[in-house]
């Protein structure tokens, strides 16, 4: 029951992963689908880390990708 549980969080981690690869065409190497990976789920991880301080209502990825950008 505790194993259905976990993957049942990770399943919902991950759908915005699937949402997005549903719409997509495919991948003509795996370079290209491992870097498209690791930009949503960098997308989403910032997201849920907003969210966690709910400091403002209104999220945009652009935004936050300027703000790193600007660190480094």
Same mark, same amino acid.
């Given at each position: 029951?505790?194993?259905?549980?976990?993957?049942?969080?990770?399943?919902?981690?991950?759908?915005? $992963?699937?949402?997005?690869?549903? =719409?997509?065409?495919?991948?003509?190497?795996?370079?290209?689908?491992?870097?498209?990976? =690791?930009?949503?789920?960098?997308?989403?991880?910032?997201?849920?880390?907003?969210?966690?301080?709910?400091?403002?209502? $209104?999220?945009?990825?652009?935004?936050?990708?300027?703000?790193?950008?600007?660190?480094?």
């Amino acid at each position: 029951c505790i194993i259905k549980h976990r993957n049942n969080l990770i399943e919902q981690d991950h759908r915005h $992963v699937k949402r997005r690869f549903a =719409k997509s065409s495919g991948f003509q190497s795996i370079r290209h689908a491992s870097r498209t990976i =690791k930009g949503i789920e960098t997308i989403q991880a910032i997201y849920k880390q907003r969210r966690s301080l709910e400091l403002d209502s $209104v999220f945009s990825a652009y935004n936050e990708l300027q703000k790193l950008v600007a660190v480094a």
